[in-house]
């Protein structure tokens, strides 16, 4: 998913899209006869459900509901999380250097800044084109994560 696509998403189609990437899934939940079925959401190591999309995370909103989501990534998927944060950030910006004056913007990232970063991460289909410094950065990850 690029980034164009993700805009074109509703607030809550977003939502759903990062609860499934961070490890909700939708099942039928059927208590037996006498009782009526229906669809709730589960997430393995949670001894509950939701029954409506709306009792999902706010993740769009809730930037403690991102940490728990960035948090789920593997060492390597938190860097090329935090590369993607920036591209969100830095998209308007005409050479698309991670500059050192940009670093506190990306780390005061508000929750949908996240929260599209996640998903570009999680999908795998970040902007080919990769700044200098954050292929280092990257390359610097990978080392460390691989030995």
């Known amino acids: 998913m690029t980034s164009e696509e993700y805009d074109k998403l ?3 189609e977003k939502r759903i899209k990062i609860a499934r990437l961070h490890g909700y899934y939708k099942q039928i939940v059927d208590h037996g006869e006498g009782h009526t079925p229906y669809a709730a959401w589960f997430k393995d ?5 939701s029954r409506h999309d709306s009792q999902l995370p706010n993740y769009l909103n809730d930037l403690n509901a991102m940490h728990e989501a960035v948090m789920s990534l593997s060492e ?3 860097a090329r ?3 993607n944060v920036a591209r969100v950030i830095l998209v308007g910006y005409v050479d698309r250097r991670v500059a050192q ?3 506190e913007e990306i780390a005061e990232a508000t929750a949908r800044q996240r ?4 998903v570009l ?5 970040a902007e080919a084109r990769t700044p200098v410094a954050a292929r280092a950065t990257e390359s610097c990850a990978m080392r460390k994560a691989y030995g």
């Open 10 to 12: 509703t607030d809550e």
């Open 45 to 49: 190591g949670l001894g509950h459900h």
């Open 76 to 78: 390597l998927d938190r």
């Open 81 to 83: 999380f935090w590369l």
């Open 101 to 103: 004056c940009h670093f």
């Open 115 to 118: 929260a599209e970063a996640f």
């Open 121 to 125: 991460t999680m999908q795998g289909r």
